[in-house]
């Protein structure tokens, strides 16, 4: 292991395996079955490795399913009781943190595989159970308690976003677009249909300046990964090797008034700075970010965070057509949580799924052309959480070796 | 498919609709929700002096005025609705005393939201097609409840309509068959003492009413070997005006088919009267020796599907009483503080 900027960068972490499911409004199915399908999924693609540990991310089933102890539960019903499991939730990061806290028990030698699930069960709650729960990320002495939700959150930034940089009445509209574009390739989107700028002006307002198609549809889904240390990659797969570059996590203040600047995503910012620092990598040379946006807002504020724009520039990518799948920093290459569809704590675990597909080629029409190294970050609240993933395509590993 | 031993059809049938209207864009006023994509142009709202049993009698007397019979013939009285005046004691007895079918006649109230009154009409056929009665009265009528301020306040309406069940040789129209589809679905409920209905938002749409309606429709097509192309007029249950366009859509009805029967954009969704008073609308303007297709569907949930053929008595008899359409046009606009007087929103201590 390499220190870096005082962080350890993860050291022959793959990759073996990536299920997804659906996201939409699963009346039909339980939060177990949901996540049995993800678990499913991926345990086959990694040609039916069985997991030493299961490391859960889900934000809402305490409040909504009244369901805790979901380690215990997926575990049992995935058919592998008896192993390590445990949940981990950092409301809209809970899915990147759970993926954290894989990376480190396989880097600290004591695991040698780990399945990591982030699941979301909401469509058995509506309206204000649903609201009320999501409100739950937020500072509930000073914030929720005052009745703010996520939306209105959302729709301060915006505000003064484009107050404090002049932007446009709908010039925020590229991210909508190109991500729901990006989603008509995706058969696990929620709305696989493409927008126009009409669709966009027209759109009705839920928080103003926030409209219908500024926010991310909250829907039921799974995603799921299985993760292997270097020695124990299962051989023979024939298929590039997606190894984890960087993991890294960052806090800020919880309550959006404690943040000194809140259009400066200060977690978001570290948590790059951290995961470039691991990959040895920079904001240029990374080739697709699967970035938060489950409002328009955040992705402009993600991609300055990141340093893919100076400050108060991050709408301009969307605004000039540089965020698609052949632009200059391709994002939602799957349609992001705005098309693909916003399944909360399981969130962070479909951006890194997805990136693992964009790295080994395997991304079939929502592929991005020679994709080799890419980014995903998945925030928690009004981005008091952080979590960074760097992925990375590794040839050298195709027959199993630990090449990192 | 459900078929009787004996044929059973539509000796009469009547709608009601009360006069007064509440535009949408009116709610949407008072509660501040724009005026872009409300789901009606305005709803039926029943008079101070109104509810489900007088509604039921004016709509009775128009079926009675079609059939031409003796009241004291009725062998039952059966009321479909979720807005009985009471919780205990029986709407149908003072219908059936009303319209003088007592007292050599059963009765009872159904309750299975808005599809109480096709299933009175489905325990109907069975009565007469068993040979157990001559004539038996189903009437579906409804004063729906809408919390002030819940997307249910712009649809929920007043209104239904009454049909008397008899012999296929006196009918206006013949019953071919019919199908019932129930599951247990809990996409809209009012428990026992609540004043309103709550409701699974979307969850209503695609698990709820769509599938109902596309199973029981499909069962009762591929069962009476018929094609949507076989029916002059189809008619759905109609809680908006969307949901009945998409279904007959997906069915494979056409815009036009549907046209006569759909109602709802100007009187509402009048719950367990609105399969029915569609019909009546589609009875006032068919030609004999048509097929219509009707399909209800009630929450929690359910469809009843009826394949109709009209005959020539139809022409005949349908202009002794009022049509549906003069009850549309019998129209006087109300504001929402009008209308929060005349349903008792407003409650002084």
């Not at chain 1, 959302?154 to 991210?175: C, N, T």
Request: aromatic fraction near 8%; include cysteine; hydrophobic fraction near 45%.
């Amino acid at each position: 292991m390499s220190p870096a900027a005082g962080f350890g960068a993860p050291s022959g972490i793959y990759v073996a395996g990536v299920g997804l499911t659906p996201v939409g409004e699963h009346w039909e199915l339980s939060l177990r079955e949901i996540a049995l399908q993800a678990i499913e999924a991926a345990r086959a693609d990694a040609g039916g490795l069985r997991p030493q540990a299961l490391f859960v991310g889900n934000m809402l089933a305490p409040a909504l399913s009244g369901q805790t102890h979901l380690g215990a539960l997926l575990a049992d019903f995935a058919g592998l009781r008896g192993i390590e499991a445990a949940v981990f939730e950092a409301a809209g990061a809970s899915g990147g943190a759970a993926l954290r806290q894989a990376c480190l028990a396989l880097a600290s030698g004591m695991i040698d595989s780990a399945l990591v699930v982030g699941v979301e069960k909401i469509t058995d709650r509506i309206g204000p159970a649903v609201n009320a729960a999501l409100a739950g990320a937020a500072d509930a002495d000073y914030e929720a308690v005052q009745g703010i939700t996520p939306t209105a959150q959302a729709a301060l930034l915006m505000r003064r976003y484009m107050h404090e940089h002049q932007v446009p009445a709908g010039g925020l509209a590229g991210f909508a677009l190109a991500a729901h574009a990006n989603a008509v390739d995706n058969p696990y989107a929620i709305y696989r249909r493409r927008l126009t700028a009409e669709d966009y002006a027209g759109a009705p307002r839920i928080s103003d300046p926030v409209t219908l198609l500024d926010a991310a549809p909250v829907a039921d889904g799974a995603a799921a990964l299985l993760l292997t240390r270097g020695e124990a990659y299962p051989p023979g797969a024939h298929r590039p090797a997606a190894r984890v570059a960087a993991s890294a996590v960052a806090t800020s203040a919880l309550a959006l008034h404690d943040q000194p600047d809140p259009l400066f995503l200060s977690a978001a910012a570290l948590a790059c700075q951290r995961a470039y620092a691991q990959a040895g990598v920079g904001p240029k040379e990374i080739q697709l970010f699967e970035l938060h946006d489950a409002f328009t807002v955040y992705a402009a504020l993600a991609l300055e965070a990141a340093g893919f724009a100076e400050r108060g520039q991050g709408w301009r990518l969307a605004a000039d057509g540089r965020i698609t799948r052949d632009g200059l920093i391709p994002i939602s290459t799957f349609g992001g949580s705005k098309a693909r569809g916003d399944p909360g704590g399981a969130t962070g675990v479909y951006q890194v799924a997805e990136v693992v597909l964009q790295v080994q080629g395997r991304a079939g029409p929502a592929q991005v052309q020679g994709a080799r190294l890419g980014m995903a970050q998945c925030l928690g609240g009004a981005a008091a959480t952080a979590v960074t993933h760097i992925l990375t395509r590794d040839d050298s590993a195709r027959q199993g070796s630990d090449s990192s | 498919m459900l078929k009787p031993i004996q044929d059973v059809g539509f000796v009469g049938y009547g709608a009601y609709i009360p006069r007064y209207r509440l535009p949408a864009r009116e709610v949407a006023r008072i509660w501040k929700s724009d005026d872009e994509g409300l789901p009606i142009r305005e709803k039926a709202v029943a008079g101070l002096d109104e509810d489900v049993v007088t509604m039921s009698i004016e709509a009775a007397r128009n079926a009675l005025a079609r059939a031409g019979i003796d009241p004291s013939e009725i062998r039952a009285v059966w009321v479909g609705s979720e807005s009985h005046p009471y919780a205990v004691k029986p709407t149908s007895t003072i219908v059936a005393e009303a319209l003088g079918a007592v007292p050599h006649t059963q009765a009872a109230d159904w309750e299975f939201a808005c599809k109480a009154g096709t299933e009175a009409v489905q325990a109907a056929i069975g009565l007469v097609g068993s040979g157990m009665a001559r004539y038996a009265l189903s009437i579906g009528m409804d004063t729906a409840q809408g919390r002030p301020g819940d997307a249910l306040e712009y649809t929920a309406g007043a209104g239904g309509a009454a049909y008397l069940l008899g012999p296929a040789a006196e009918s206006m129209a013949v019953i071919e068959g019919s199908y019932s589809f129930v599951t247990d679905t809990p996409d809209f409920w009012r428990r026992a003492n609540e004043r309103y209905p709550e409701h699974g938002q979307r969850f209503t749409g695609e698990p709820a009413y769509f599938k109902h309606i596309e199973a029981a429709a499909g069962a009762l097509m591929e069962a009476t070997g018929t094609r949507p192309a076989d029916f002059a007029h189809a008619v759905f249950h109609q809680p908006n005006t969307k949901f009945p366009q998409r279904v007959a859509k997906t069915l494979g009805f056409t815009p036009e088919q549907i046209r006569a029967g759909l109602l709802v954009p100007v009187i509402g969704n009048t719950y367990a009267g609105s399969a029915l008073v569609g019909l009546t609308a589609v009875l006032d303007a068919a030609e004999p020796e048509q097929r219509i297709l009707v399909v209800s569907f009630g929450s929690g949930a359910g469809s009843d599907a009826f394949c109709l053929r009209t005959t020539g008595a139809l022409l005949e008899r349908r202009q002794r009483a009022p049509s549906t359409q003069d009850y549309i046009d019998r129209r006087t606009e109300i504001d929402y503080a009008t209308y929060a007087r005349y349903r008792g929103k407003l409650t002084l201590e």
